[in-house]
């Protein structure tokens, strides 16, 4: 029995084959750090977690309108309209986390045989998922020297008659990179002129440090026909688990995203959709405390890695991860065995510094490796130490 042509086009996760052999060596008993995770550490607010309960003792069940109940989407349109949109609760769908709500997205714009652009380093699925939808990725390459940002005039001569939508994702998985307003107003121009679909998925962007001038993309009312805006509560609010993201755009497509969703997810989780609520009444407080903790855990990372010898690394801006190049490793060994790709160091390092880390090959980078920061100092301490140490033995 064979399974379908469009089952076989999809790649499996990169990142399994070290995530396997984690629980691996964790059963053996070895103690490795995790570095791999793209969640926050932090336990999901309690006023969050009391909404749900409160939901739950209110019999609030069973099925809400598909696109989410009425409450939230206010609270989302409200607050995209306080970063700049014009969005009614009528122009949002939620889904079940913001990897639907792209999904979702692709399968309202694309039409098959259309291109997608993507600039590389990526979101891991983001070229599985255009895939899905019978697009073809077209890959933007970029490097540190633009701290892996793609320039206005790179995305104006990547536009054929094909292309259909450009995936922007700021601040952004993997790199940590943020586009500035200034970047950004030069993409948008761009995007305009030609006509084309913007998904933005902003997931990060209420990660952004060192007070970087940028925007949403919702603030950019010129575009608002062409865009599809994707967030959700996963990062922001430590809530990885609730599985609640949504997309905000103009008629014809919310309309399009609806009817699709209504055929296979329907509504987000009821009793997340009223703990989501509650997320965006969170005090400011809580959402700061989160904040300062990530910028010094960053610095740290930031700081060490810069000091490792072969290694260079920009400063992220936004997100939880550091993108550091190792590609100066490449050609050498230990113990007899040479690494020559970043899937090799990543093993090497979860073998010999016991730090689990994902290598660069999942984003479309392959002298990368991804750090994420989203855990304690005491553990990225110990894991940087251990790091660095096992690099400089490779001979
Ligand atoms: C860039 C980016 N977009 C979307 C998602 C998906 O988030 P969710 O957990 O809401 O599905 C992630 C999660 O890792 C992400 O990093």
Redesign the pocket.
């Known amino acids: 029995m064979k399974t379908s042509a469009f089952a076989n086009q999809i790649e499996g996760s990169k990142t399994l084959a070290v995530t396997a052999r984690v629980g691996e060596l964790r059963r053996e008993g070895k103690p490795i750090i995790g570095l791999g995770a ?2 926050p550490d932090f336990p999901t607010p309690k006023a969050i977690c009391d909404a749900a309960k409160n939901a739950i003792d209110a019999g609030y069940t069973k099925y809400t309108a598909n696109a989410g109940i009425v409450e939230l989407r206010e609270k989302i349109a409200n607050y995209l309209n306080k970063l700049g949109g014009n969005y009614t609760a009528n122009e949002i769908v939620v889904s ?7 999904l979702n997205a692709l399968f309202a714009t694309c039409n098959p045989g259309d291109e997608v652009l993507l600039p590389a380093p990526y ?1 891991t ?1 983001y070229p599985e998922q255009v895939k899905m939808a019978g697009a073809k990725p077209i890959i933007l390459q970029t490097t540190e020297a633009t701290e892996f940002k793609i320039t206005a005039n790179q995305l104006k001569n990547a536009i054929t008659a094909k292309t259909r939508v450009l995936i922007f ?1 700021s601040p ?2 993997p790199t940590g990179a943020v586009y500035s307003t200034a970047e950004i107003d030069a993409i948008v121009a761009v995007v305009k002129k030609a006509g084309i679909y913007i998904i933005s ?1 902003e ?2 962007i209420e990660l952004v440090y060192d007070n970087v001038q940028t925007r949403s993309l919702s603030s950019y009312r010129e575009i608002a026909e062409q865009l599809l805006l ?1 967030n ?4 922001a609010y430590s809530m ?1 688990g609730w ?3 949504y997309l905000a755009a103009k008629q014809p497509v919310i309309g399009a995203v609806n009817r699709i969703q209504s055929h296979y997810t329907s509504n987000a989780c009821t009793i997340s959709q009223y703990a989501s609520v509650a997320a965006f009444d969170l005090s400011k407080e809580i959402m700061d405390a989160m904040k300062a903790e990530f910028t010094k855990r960053r610095d740290y990372v930031f700081n060490k890695f810069s000091s490792i010898n072969g290694i260079s690394v920009p400063k992220p801006q936004g ?1 939880f991860y550091i993108f550091p190049n190792v590609s100066s490793f490449f050609g050498k060994s230990h113990n007899g065995v040479q690494i020559n790709t970043a899937m090799e160091l990543s093993t090497f390092l979860l073998e010999t510094a016991n730090s689990a880390v994902v290598p660069g090959e999942a984003f479309g980078a392959p002298e990368n490796i991804r750090v994420s920061y989203a855990t304690s100092m005491e553990n990225l301490k110990s894991a940087l130490d251990q790091i660095e140490n096992a690099l400089s033995r490779l001979r």
Do not use: H
């Open positions: 793209g969640e079940s986390g913001a990897k639907p709500a792209i979101w699925s994702n952004s998985n998925d997931i990060y994707v959700g509560l996963s990062k990885t599985r609640v993201g997100a």
